[in-house]
């Protein structure tokens, strides 16, 4: 009888390892940027909290007829300027919180970066709304 072949041979394992070092090669760019599109895609939603929070806090400042001072939203005081969240309380008012941004707050204006990518909210100046940039650094998802 003759005696079967039992496992594989060293030229079809090497033929498996070379196939899967291909595959490695083609998939891993696809995945390295994966980090830097998620910090993009939160920093932009924390960019659509900012306008939408200043938007609420002006609507409610006018309901209020205030125009500096403060209003509350969801149990929280914000400060207005001019009817709007100023740089301080615009953090509170969109719910950002300090642990997943670095923010700056300089006089008038507050910097959201997240990675190399930021935008700024500076406070409303006399019978203006507040200037929010858009998204800076590298737009293009690897932030």
Request: aromatic residues 6%.
């Amino acid at each position: 009888m003759k005696k079967q072949q039992q496992g594989f041979t060293l030229v079809e394992l090497v033929m498996v390892i070379v196939i899967l070092g291909i595959l490695a090669a083609t998939a891993l760019p696809k995945f390295a940027s994966l980090q830097g599109n998620a910090r993009f895609s939160s920093l932009s939603g924390a960019l659509g909290a900012v306008r939408s929070a200043s938007n609420i806090a002006h609507a409610q400042a006018l309901v209020n007829s205030i125009a500096s001072g403060n209003i509350t939203l969801e149990g929280a005081a914000i400060a207005v300027t001019e009817g709007y969240p100023t740089s301080a309380s615009i953090i509170s008012a969109a719910g950002i919180s300090p642990d997943d941004y670095t923010i700056a707050t300089l006089a008038t204006v507050s910097t959201f970066t997240l990675g190399t990518c930021s935008f700024t909210y500076t406070t409303a100046a006399t019978s203006a709304s507040p200037a929010i940039t858009d998204i800076t650094g590298d737009t293009a998802g690897a932030c």
